[in-house]
C-alpha cells in the first residue's frame, strides 16, 4: 500500500469540516457544499477500509485512488478560499461556486463509474478465491480427520499421531531454545548465580526467595537452579518442587513436605509430628524444597519446615519479611538485547532479526513488551508468520498501553491481551475457555475437548486443531503424562497445563460484563462459600453458558437459589471428603457437560444426588476422586448422554446389584473410561447391553479380577482397553466376537496368561498394545487372519512370533516396548 493512501481519509476528514462550515454560511457555495458533504460521506468509509486492510493494491486502482486523493487536496484548498472569500465579492465567489460543483462532479464520477467496476470485479475475485479456500479447508478436513484416527486409534505412521506431534514439537522447541544461544540474559544469570550462592554457602538461611512480577520468570529461575549441577550435587536427589498457588491445600502440601523429608516421598505414611519442632533425626540429610507461587504469609509460614539440613526456597511476586525469608532476590527484566533474542525465537524460529524484516518495527514491538519473558514469548508467537501491517497495528495498539510495572498488572493483561485479539473468534472463546480450571492444575485434554465440543457446536477434529493452535503460540502447555507409553493409544494421557498470568487474563477478559450477563461465571480462586456478588445478584437469572465453582466442602445449607436458563457446562471443583452437590443443576435445563474434580487426598461421598433425577440433556459426565453415587429410583433415562468418565473413583459394591439397567439409563452411551477404581473388582454385567458403546477403557483397575462373558454383545465396540490390571488373567472367549474392534490395549496385565483362541476373528483390528504381559509366550494359530493388522506393540520376547506373520501380514510393524517405571505422576 502506498504511504499516501494513509492521508486520504485524513484529507477527506479536514474537507468535510470545512464544507460543514460553508454550509452553515449563507453564500453562493452553499448547495454545491451540502452535495459534497453527502457524496464524500459515501466515499470516506471505503477510504477507510481500503486503509486499515493491509492489501497491496494493483497500480491501476492505486492510480485512480492516487487521483482521487489529489482531488480531495485542491477540495480542501478550494474550500479554504471559499472561507475566507468576502461575501461581496460576488465575481470571485461564483467562479468559486463553479470550482465546487466541477469537483463534486468527479468524486461522483468517481463513484459511479471506475468504483462499481472494482465492486463487480471484486465479487468475481471473491467468488474465485471462496471456491479455492473451501476446496483447501475440505482437503484439511479429510486430512485432520485421517490424522485424528491415527492418533486415536493407531492406524499412523510410526512417528506417531497428529496431536504427538504437537507435543513433540513443544519439547523440541524447548530443546532448540536450551541448545541455542538464546538465554534469558544476563541479568538471569546474575541471578541464578546469587541464589546459588544462597543456597550452597549459606547454612545460616534456612529460607531464602525469588520474587518478581508476574510473567518476568521466577518459575524459570527455580526450575533452572532445581537442574543445576551443582545444586544437584549438593543437595543429591533431594530436591522437591512444589506448586502452591493462590488456593492450596495446606495439609496435603505439608503431607508431601514431610514426606519429602523423612524419606516417605509416594506419601504411605500419614503421620507427620507436630510442625517445626525439634525431630530427632539420625543424620542430618540436606533437602531443597521449592515452594513455588506463594500468595500469602499465612500459608507460608506453615510450609517452611525448620530442621536440620532443610533449606526452602520460596517464588513469589510478593517479598515476604526478613524474619520469615533470611534473603530474596529480585528478578530483573531483560535488558534490549536479551529481549530481542527472545522475541525472535518465538516469531521468527531464530535468535535475531531475519534479513530483509523492518528491523525498526520489530524492536519497537520488543519495547513494548517492557522486558517481560512470557510477553515476549506469547505476543512474539501471536505475531509469527503474519504480514507487515498486522504488525504495524499490534504495535500501535501496544503503544496505547500505560507503563508496566508491579502495581500496573492490569496494564501487563491488557498488552497479553493482544495476543488473544488476533486470534480467531471461536479460538479465542475457547482459550477464555482454560480460566474455568483452578490454577497450577493439569487440565485433562479429555474434559476440555468434551467443553469445547459441547460449548462450540466443533467436531473432535476441530477442536484438536484448536488445542494445537494454542500451543503453538505459546498460549498453553501440552503435557504428555510419563506412564502413557504411546500415543496412538489415546489423548487420554495428555493435559494441558497454563501459565498463571494467561489463566489470569483468560478470568479478565470473562469478567468484563456485570455478574449475571458473563458468558462465563467463574470462581478465580477456592473459597469456603461462594462469591458475595453472586448471592447479590442471585434475584436475577444468570446468562452464564459456563459455571465453574472451586470451594472447600458444601453442604445443602451453604448453596442460595440461582437460575441458570442458559448453562450448558457446569464445573465444580472442591477440596473435602463430603459434598453436597448445588440443588441449582435442576435449575439448568440445557445442561450438556458436568464435570466434578475433588482435590482432596481422599474420595469424597457425594450428598444431594437427587439433582441428577432430570439431566435430559446431559452428553458429557466426568467424575474424579469421588465415591460414585446410587442414583434415585425414580431417575429419568439419560438419552442423549454419550460419554462417562469416572478417574481415581470409588466405586461401592452396591452398584453390583442386578437391578441396575444400564442400557435402560444410558441407552446412547458410546464412551465408558473407568481409570484407577482400584476397588472394581468387576464390571456389571449389563454393561454388555448397551448397543451403541464403541470404546471401553478400564486402566490401572487394580482389583479387576474378570471381565464379563457376554463382552462379545458390545458389536459396534471399537476400541478396548484393559491396561495395567495386575489381577487380571485371562480374557473369555466371547471378547472374540467383537468383530468391529479396531484397537486393543491389554499392556501391563502381568498376570493375563494368554491370548484369546480365536483372535482372527478381529477382521478389522488395527493395533495391538502389549507390552509388560510376560505371561504371554504363545500366539494364537488364527493371529495369521488378521489381515488388517498395522502395528503391534510388545516385549522382545514375543516379538518373534509376531515378526513370523510378516509374510502373511506384509503391512504389520512390529514395535520393541521399552519398560519405563516411572511412579511421579502419584504426586499428582
Not at 535475531?352 to 512470557?374: A, D, H, R, W, Y
Not at 460449548?455 to 506412564?483: G, P, Q, T, Y
Not at 467463574?522 to 469456603?528: C, G, S, Y
Not at 466426568?622 to 429419568?636: I, N
Amino acid at each position: 500500500m502506498a504511504v499516501t493512501d494513509f492521508f486520504v481519509g485524513e484529507i477527506a476528514t479536514e474537507l468535510l469540516k470545512m464544507l460543514f462550515t460553508i454550509s452553515r454560511k449563507a453564500c453562493m457555495s452553499k448547495p454545491a457544499a451540502e452535495h459534497l458533504i453527502e457524496t464524500i460521506h459515501q466515499l470516506l468509509p471505503i477510504i477507510q477500509e481500503i486503509k486499515y486492510s493491509g492489501v497491496e493494491l494493483p497500480e491501476t486502482r492505486q492510480h485512480q485512488l492516487d487521483t482521487v486523493s489529489e482531488s480531495l487536496r485542491s477540495g480542501r484548498e478550494l474550500a479554504e478560499k471559499v472561507l475566507k472569500s468576502s461575501r461581496w465579492n460576488v465575481y470571485k465567489n461564483l467562479q468559486l461556486c463553479k470550482k465546487m460543483e466541477k469537483l463534486d462532479k468527479n468524486i461522483s464520477r468517481f463513484l459511479k463509474g471506475p468504483m462499481q467496476a472494482h465492486v463487480l470485479a471484486d465479487v468475481h475475485h471473491l467468488r474465485f478465491e471462496t471456491a479455492e479456500r473451501f476446496d483447501r479447508i475440505d482437503h484439511s478436513n479429510r486430512r485432520l480427520e485421517k490424522q485424528l484416527g491415527a492418533m486415536k486409534i493407531g492406524t499412523g505412521c510410526e512417528g506417531g499421531g497428529w496431536l504427538e506431534a504437537a507435543v513433540k514439537r513443544g519439547e523440541e522447541d524447548h530443546e532448540m531454545f536450551e541448545a541455542s544461544s538464546v538465554s534469558m540474559g544476563v541479568g538471569f544469570q546474575v541471578g541464578k548465580r546469587k541464589v546459588k550462592e544462597m543456597l550452597l554457602e549459606r547454612d545460616d538461611y534456612a529460607a531464602v526467595g525469588i520474587s518478581g512480577m508476574g510473567g518476568s520468570g521466577k518459575t524459570t529461575l527455580a526450575k533452572e537452579i532445581s537442574k543445576d549441577d551443582q545444586i544437584k550435587s549438593f543437595y543429591g536427589n533431594n530436591i522437591f518442587f512444589l506448586t502452591v498457588s493462590q488456593s492450596p491445600n495446606v495439609e496435603a502440601l505439608k503431607q508431601k513436605i514431610w514426606g519429602s523429608v523423612s524419606g516417605d516421598v509416594n506419601g504411605f505414611n500419614d503421620v507427620i509430628p507436630q510442625w517445626n519442632l525439634k525431630y530427632n533425626f539420625k543424620s542430618v540429610v540436606r533437602n531443597l524444597i521449592i515452594l513455588d507461587d506463594v500468595w500469602s504469609l499465612s500459608v507460608l509460614e506453615q510450609l517452611i519446615l525448620r530442621v536440620p539440613g532443610c533449606k526452602t526456597l520460596v517464588v513469589s511476586r510478593f517479598k515476604f519479611p526478613p524474619s520469615i525469608i533470611n534473603c530474596t532476590y529480585e528478578q530483573e527484566l531483560l535488558r534490549q538485547d536479551e529481549a530481542i533474542s527472545l522475541f525472535c525465537f518465538s516469531a521468527f524460529r531464530q535468535t535475531s532479526i531475519p534479513f530483509g524484516t523492518n528491523e525498526k518495527l520489530v524492536k519497537q514491538v520488543v519495547e513494548e513488551c517492557k522486558g517481560l519473558p512470557l510477553a515476549l514469548k506469547v505476543i512474539g508467537a501471536s505475531l509469527r508468520d503474519q504480514p507487515e501491517m498486522f504488525w504495524t497495528s499490534a504495535k500501535n495498539r501496544l503503544s496505547r498501553g500505560q507503563p508496566i510495572c508491579d502495581s500496573h498488572e492490569i496494564q501487563l493483561l491488557e498488552r497479553m491481551k493482544l495476543s488473544i485479539d488476533y486470534l480467531s473468534s471461536k479460538v479465542r472463546e475457547c482459550f477464555m475457555d482454560l480460566g474455568c480450571f483452578p490454577e497450577d492444575k493439569k487440565i485433562p485434554l479429555d474434559v476440555l475437548i468434551n467443553i469445547w465440543v459441547e460449548l462450540h457446536d466443533i467436531d473432535e477434529a476441530e477442536a484438536f486443531a484448536i488445542v494445537v493452535e494454542l500451543s503453538d503460540k505459546n498460549l498453553l502447555h501440552l503435557v504428555k503424562d510419563e506412564r502413557a507409553g504411546d500415543m496412538y493409544s489415546s489423548y487420554f494421557e495428555i493435559s494441558v497445563s497454563q501459565h498463571d498470568l494467561l489463566r489470569d487474563l483468560a478470568i479478565y477478559l470473562s469478567n468484563r460484563n456485570s455478574t449475571n450477563q458473563r458468558k462465563r461465571l467463574l470462581m478465580p480462586r477456592r473459597e469456603q462459600t461462594l462469591p458475595k456478588d453472586w448471592e447479590r445478584n442471585m434475584d436475577q437469572p444468570f446468562d452464564a453458558q459456563v459455571v465453574s465453582i472451586h470451594t472447600g466442602e458444601m453442604t445443602e445449607m451453604d448453596w442460595f437459589n440461582m437460575e441458570f436458563p442458559k448453562a450448558e457446562v457446569l464445573i465444580i471443583n472442591f477440596s473435602s471428603s463430603e459434598y453436597a452437590l448445588p440443588h441449582f443443576i435442576e435449575n439448568m435445563p440445557k445442561l450438556r457437560a458436568l464435570v466434578i474434580i475433588n482435590y482432596s487426598s481422599s474420595s469424597a461421598v457425594l450428598h444431594n444426588t437427587s439433582v441428577f433425577s432430570n439431566l435430559a440433556n446431559l452428553t458429557s459426565l466426568w467424575f474424579e476422586k469421588v465415591s460414585v453415587p446410587q442414583l434415585p429410583s425414580a431417575t429419568t433415562p439419560f438419552k442423549k448422554l454419550r460419554k462417562i468418565s469416572l478417574v481415581l473413583c470409588k466405586i461401592s459394591p452396591s452398584h453390583d446389584q442386578s437391578s441396575l439397567d444400564m442400557p435402560h439409563l444410558f441407552p446412547r452411551l458410546e464412551e465408558l473410561t473407568m481409570d484407577h477404581c482400584i476397588d472394581l473388582i468387576e464390571l456389571h454385567p449389563s454393561i454388555c447391553c448397551i448397543k451403541k458403546l464403541k470404546s471401553l477403557s478400564i486402566t490401572n483397575c487394580d482389583s479387576l479380577t474378570k471381565l464379563p462373558l457376554d463382552i462379545g454383545n458390545l458389536k459396534f465396540l471399537q476400541i478396548l482397553r484393559i491396561n495395567a490390571c495386575p489381577n487380571l488373567d485371562k480374557l473369555p472367549q466371547g471378547i472374540c466376537e467383537l468383530t468391529q474392534l479396531k484397537y486393543i490395549d491389554i499392556s501391563q496385565c502381568i498376570n493375563l496368561r494368554t491370548l484369546p483362541q480365536e483372535i482372527g476373528k478381529w477382521i478389522c483390528l488395527e493395533k495391538i498394545d502389549m507390552r509388560e504381559c510376560p505371561q504371554i509366550k504363545v500366539l494364537p494359530k488364527s493371529a495369521v487372519s488378521l489381515r488388517s493388522l498395522l502395528r503391534v506393540i510388545c516385549d522382545e520376547e514375543i516379538s518373534v512370533q509376531w515378526e513370523k506373520l510378516l509374510k502373511v501380514i506384509p503391512n504389520l510393524y512390529v514395535q520393541i516396548a521399552e519398560e519405563c517405571f516411572n511412579l511421579d505422576w502419584l504426586a499428582e
